[in-house]
């Protein structure tokens, strides 16, 4: 498809799981996005990817989150050990370029059990 | 602290009324972006407004840029049901090659 895909649309683990979240970016974009969404919340910015550039991972909650893009183009975000408090959609974007408008994944809705 | 301020945070209003959100900052933006979130959906762009003084009509919406490019409003005209979700505004933070940052957004109900 033409837009962000995201996958797997629902994740339940039980806690102290690893979960791998995946981002498809629409073609051609160089700019990759990690938000994390708690319910009726906005948007809390965890990572950020502008092509060959080292990521900005100021968002990160934790030493439990990591991200990596391969080949400039998908992106998966690995929670480790996870815990209640991760529970929430997590969001892809990507731009053209950083400062672009962003086209957004439907999410991942994340359940920690 | 946050960059983008937004308000209201809820708003719940009756089917053909109109209304307005804002989003404010201390700090001059070269440009702003608003985006609709459904239940369910990743948000999606409405507009993006560059020049300060900018307005921008979508249908029943119209957006505005402020002179010092450090506000925005949106103002719906005869709200709709269809018009229900999370209104985001967004900008980049500094210029150039840099990531956007969001507002918290303004959660918008319409009733019928």
């Known amino acids: 498809g033409a837009g962000v895909s995201q996958s797997p649309s629902n994740k339940v683990t039980e806690k102290g799981k690893d979960v791998e979240l995946r981002c498809d970016p629409i073609?051609?974009?160089?700019?990759l996005y990690w938000y994390r969404q708690s319910l009726g919340q906005g948007l809390e910015f965890l990572i950020y990817f502008q092509g060959n550039s080292a990521p900005d991972k100021s968002g990160l909650p934790s030493d439990r989150f990591s991200a990596e893009r391969t080949g400039g183009s998908v992106s998966t975000l690995t929670i480790q050990r996870t815990q209640q408090e991760d529970s929430a959609v997590y969001l892809c974007a990507s731009s053209v370029i950083g400062s672009q408008p962003q086209h957004f994944g439907d999410g991942t809705r994340l359940s920690i059990l | 602290t946050q960059l983008l301020e937004q308000s209201p945070q809820f708003l719940s209003i009756q089917e053909g009324e109109n209304l307005t959100v804002y989003c404010n900052s201390s700090s001059v933006f070269s440009s702003l972006q608003w985006y609709r979130q459904e239940p369910g959906e990743g948000p999606v762009l409405l507009v993006t407004v560059v020049t300060g003084g900018e307005v921008k009509k979508l249908k029943r919406l119209t957006f505005q840029f402020g002179d010092a490019r450090k506000d925005s409003s949106l103002h719906i005209t005869a709200a709709q049901p269809g018009d229900t979700g999370l209104y985001l505004c967004?900008?980049?933070?500094?210029?150039?090659?840099?990531?956007?940052?969001f507002g918290k957004g303004t959660r918008l109900s319409v009733i019928a």
């Open positions: 967004a900008g980049p933070v500094y210029s150039g090659n840099t990531p956007l940052v």
């Open positions: 073609s051609g974009h160089t700019a």
